[in-house]
């Protein structure tokens, strides 16, 4: 089972675990300087082990794993740190809100993020952006995204995950677009990002 592709998994509420942290603050709408506490305690974010069990059968796979956030830009390197320390799948490009960008809706980030992974592919395609939130995944599809639910792929096994991951949703759920449709059959060899992916931030 070759690699088919990339797979996006947005990490607050999929991978990383902040409730504990967040309670501290007491109800949103929180200050600047309530987020700022907030963002400068990432690393004591619990593990979700559910999603990262399934970000690491998804490398195992061979598709190629990248992250998405809402945080704000400055966080990256927290974040990445906190990826490596508790042993997520190495990734080509970690995805962001810009700094100054505070007020943009989190599922309009998650659609740049989208694209910016399309329009910068050298090959391949975007098998499936994986959110926690059901509204995201639906607003990803309207959009002629593969988006897929965590818990729907939480316990997959490999021959399952494989399938879910290169032909998408099922058909009742979502309608490809044509050029997905083809790059899924004809993508079927290994995929190595591009250098100038990596670069991105956000």
Same mark, same amino acid.
């Given at each position: 089972?070759?690699?088919?592709?990339?797979?996006?998994?947005?990490?607050?509420?999929?991978?990383?675990?902040?409730?504990?942290?967040?309670?501290?603050?007491?109800?949103?709408?929180?200050?600047?300087?309530?987020?700022?506490?907030?963002?400068?305690? !990432?690393?004591?974010?619990?593990?979700?082990?559910?999603?990262?069990?399934?970000?690491?059968? @998804?490398?195992?796979?061979? +598709?190629?794993?990248?992250?998405?956030?809402? =945080?704000?830009?400055?966080?990256?390197?927290?974040?990445?740190?906190?990826?490596?320390?508790?042993?997520?799948? =190495?990734?080509?490009?970690?995805?962001?809100?810009?700094?100054? &960008?505070?007020?943009?809706?989190?599922?309009?980030?998650?659609?740049?993020?989208?694209?910016?992974?399309?329009?910068?592919? !050298?090959?391949?395609?975007?098998?499936?952006?994986? &959110? &926690?939130?059901?509204?995201?995944? @639906?607003?990803?599809?309207?959009?002629?995204?593969? $988006?897929?639910? +965590?818990?729907?792929?939480?316990?997959?096994?490999?021959? &399952?995950?494989?399938?879910?991951?290169?032909?998408?949703?099922?058909?009742?759920?979502?309608?490809?677009?044509?050029?997905?449709? =083809?790059?899924?059959?004809?993508? =079927?060899?290994?995929? @190595?990002?591009?250098?100038?992916?990596?670069?991105?931030? $956000?």
């Amino acid at each position: 089972m070759a690699g088919e592709g990339i797979v996006v998994f947005d990490i607050d509420g999929g991978l990383a675990d902040m409730s504990a942290v967040a309670d501290q603050f007491g109800p949103n709408p929180w200050g600047p300087r309530a987020w700022n506490e907030f963002f400068a305690r !990432l690393d004591e974010a619990a593990v979700i082990e559910a999603g990262r069990a399934l970000a690491a059968a @998804t490398a195992a796979l061979g +598709f190629t794993v990248l992250y998405s956030t809402t =945080r704000p830009y400055f966080t990256t390197r927290a974040t990445r740190e906190w990826l490596a320390a508790h042993d997520f799948p =190495r990734a080509a490009a970690l995805f962001s809100r810009p700094s100054p &960008d505070a007020r943009t809706p989190a599922v309009e980030i998650k659609l740049r993020h989208c694209r910016i992974v399309e329009q910068r592919l !050298l090959r391949g395609y975007l098998a499936a952006f994986v &959110d &926690d939130e059901p509204d995201v995944v @639906t607003a990803l599809r309207s959009h002629g995204y593969a $988006s897929r639910r +965590f818990d729907r792929l939480h316990g997959c096994d490999l021959v &399952d995950l494989h399938a879910a991951l290169v032909f998408g949703p099922g058909r009742r759920e979502f309608t490809e677009r044509e050029p997905l449709g =083809r790059a899924r059959i004809a993508h =079927r060899t290994a995929f @190595t990002a591009p250098s100038n992916l990596a670069s991105v931030a $956000s």
